[in-house]
């Protein structure tokens, strides 16, 4: 009796253990919705902007609960039009996409379709869309957003700051119920736009500051990740490989971007806008170090430049009557973790990898 209960014991946990490893195997792919991480994008669609967006919604870690649009490589209608198109194409019409500010906070608006086409996406025309543009203000919408979901909301700005920067003077109380913030923008080695800034904080610098000094967990994705990440010929081949409208419409983009570069002698188009969303996937394939960054409003050459804090001190000047005597050092507190380098390869794999579906 003692020997047959044990067996039966033993077979038992042997049959449990059987059942939760098919379990484990049948459901490994799918990471269920409520583990997703929130996330809301903010862009200004924008060739980079398209391959952010399409990394987002292709990749179930992430559940976008909603698209912002901001003035930036193009004119606020301009992306609006474009994000409504591209979240067609991908059939998410559920995901509401909002418009935001009209103009940056103080600048004038600097549009690029030097880079990205005359229609900010690469001259591909997307059928119109099926989607519609949620009524709500995007700012709002963020601030709404967070309150539903406090401590949940993962920001990923890959524009210009400037609805993130209005979400956050109407509503303060968003800033520590956010979960973190995961920004593509800024620079701590030289600019894209002149030799010290970056375009997205160049485009509006104060509303850059607001973001950085809010006091959220954020996570600087700069040049310093886009330009190490070259999208190639290389990978381009592994796309053209693959069909599907999706595919096709990132491809288009992607060979747009790969002859750009070319003209000017570069090997590849540099990754910045799904730098940005990758962190987000897996925050493994960049380095950080914690540092304060502060953005320049002011500066002559420096003019939207994040200037960050490599020491997270500065010296302690005090009159002492005709000049200042260092007296000290004082702390300043970190404000970001800045991206310093990428596992490129890795990062451009898992791009490639989710828009085939994979
Ligand atoms: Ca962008």
């Not at 080695?189 to 809010?214: H, K, T």
């Amino acid at each position: 009796m003692k020997i047959s209960a044990s067996v039966g014991v033993s077979s038992f946990r042997r049959f449990n253990v059987l059942i939760f490893t098919l379990a484990a195997i049948l459901l490994a792919p799918v990471i269920p919705a409520s583990a997703a991480k929130k996330i809301i994008l903010d862009t200004d669609p924008g060739t980079d902007d398209a391959l952010a967006l399409m990394l987002a919604l292709n990749s179930p870690e992430l559940d976008v609960r909603a698209i912002t649009v901001v003035p930036g490589n193009v004119t606020a209608a301009m992306g609006l039009d474009n994000a409504t198109r591209m979240v067609s194409l991908a059939n998410r019409c559920d995901i509401p996409i909002a418009a935001g500010a009209q103009h940056p906070l103080f600048q004038k608006l600097i549009t690029a379709e030097f880079w990205h086409g005359k229609n900010g996406l690469a001259n591909i025309e997307l059928p119109a869309s099926k989607c519609k543009v949620d009524g709500r203000f995007g700012p709002d919408l963020i601030i709404e957003l967070i309150h539903a979901s406090p401590h949940d909301i993962t920001l990923v700005p890959v524009g210009p700051l400037t609805n993130i920067a209005l979400a956050v003077e109407k509503d303060p109380s968003i800033v520590p119920l956010v979960k973190e913030v995961i920004l593509m923008g800024g620079s701590i080695s030289g600019g894209n736009v002149n030799a010290a800034s970056e375009a997205n904080i160049y485009n509006d610098p104060e509303a850059a500051q607001i973001v950085f000094q809010a006091g959220w967990p954020l996570t600087m994705v700069g040049l310093e990740v886009g330009n190490k990440a070259l999208f190639t010929h290389k990978y381009l081949d592994v796309l053209g490989r693959t069909h599907g409208p999706i595919i096709v419409f990132i491809f288009s983009i992607a060979k747009y971007l790969v002859d750009l570069s070319a003209t000017f002698g570069a090997p590849g188009s540099p990754m910045y806008d799904p730098s940005a969303v990758a962190v987000a996937i897996d925050s493994t394939l960049v380095k950080t170090q914690e540092m304060h960054v502060d953005v320049e409003t002011r500066g002559e050459f420096t003019q939207g430049e994040t200037v960050g804090n490599r020491q997270n001190m500065v010296e302690r000047n005090v009159l002492h009557g005709d000049r200042y005597v260092i007296e000290g050092v004082d702390k300043v507190k970190a404000n970001a973790k800045v991206c310093l380098d990428v596992d490129a390869d890795r990062f451009l794999q898992l791009f490639v990898a989710r828009i085939e579906g994979k």
